[in-house]
């Protein structure tokens, strides 16, 4: 964590987290390690874990349940059907494939 930047910690604990949710090195129905344990890990405060937890459960990567953790729900089946989903609802605005190609290649170039 580098503690000297402008962006939160838990911000960066939450950006973190969720790469490795989304490559897959904590996967679908894995149980994430505790609060505490991922506290001293980060040499963070509990709270500071706790909100980023709550980023991610609020985006659906990961579900807390009550006396039992915080488990991964996120899945790139899951990220797949959601994307399908909002390209088909562009689709029906009358927008043409290639437009959506060309927006995302664009969009794409401006993060460079």
Known sequence: MNFASGKPVYEQIYDHLKLLIEQQVYKEG???PSIRSLAMT???NPTTILRAFEQLEKEGYIVTLPKKGSYVTYSK???KTELEKE???ILKKGYTPEE???CAQSLKGDKK
């Open 100 to 102: 959506i190609v060309d």
């Open 30 to 32: 894995d149980n994430l």
């Open 77 to 79: 089946k899951e990220k």
């Open 87 to 89: 390209i088909i609802a």
């Open 42 to 44: 980060y040499s963070v």
